[in-house]
Nanobody, 124 residues
């Protein structure tokens, strides 16, 4: 079991920036990729971005390309999400998840560990 903890959420005006962190502990040795998802009230959990643990290859949803950057520090077991030029539609609870099944997954059901989420609110 991998334990994940997100932090860094908050309230920001449109056009502002936030950095989210996801720190992993426990049985992390089998993790192939780490991803960020977000979920607004009443909506499904949507893929945002992912990074492979070994190579650092990244993938982004079209809605955040050019604005968000995912990175990792393997020594610290931490993944970061740099969010720039935030928009009101980015408002959601942001979750990090890990998958051990394969490296490139965008469906929440493929992720076997989740953090508790951190709220990001972007005001217009």
């Amino acid at each position: 079991q991998v334990q994940l903890a997100e932090s860094g959420g908050g309230l920001v005006q449109a056009g502002g920036s936030l950095i989210l962190s996801c720190t992993a502990s426990g049985r992390t040795f089998s993790t192939l990729s780490v991803a960020w998802f977000r979920q607004a009230p009443g909506n499904k959990r949507d893929f945002v971005t992912s990074i492979t643990w070994s190579s650092g290859s990244t993938y982004y949803a079209d809605s955040v390309k050019g604005r968000f950057t995912i990175s990792r520090n393997n020594a610290k077991n931490t993944v970061y999400l740099q969010m720039n030029n935030l928009k009101p539609e980015d408002t959601a609870v942001y979750y990090c998840g890990t998958t051990s099944s394969s490296r490139y997954r965008t469906n929440p059901e493929d992720f076997n560990s989740w953090g508790q989420g951190t709220q990001v609110t972007v005001s217009s």
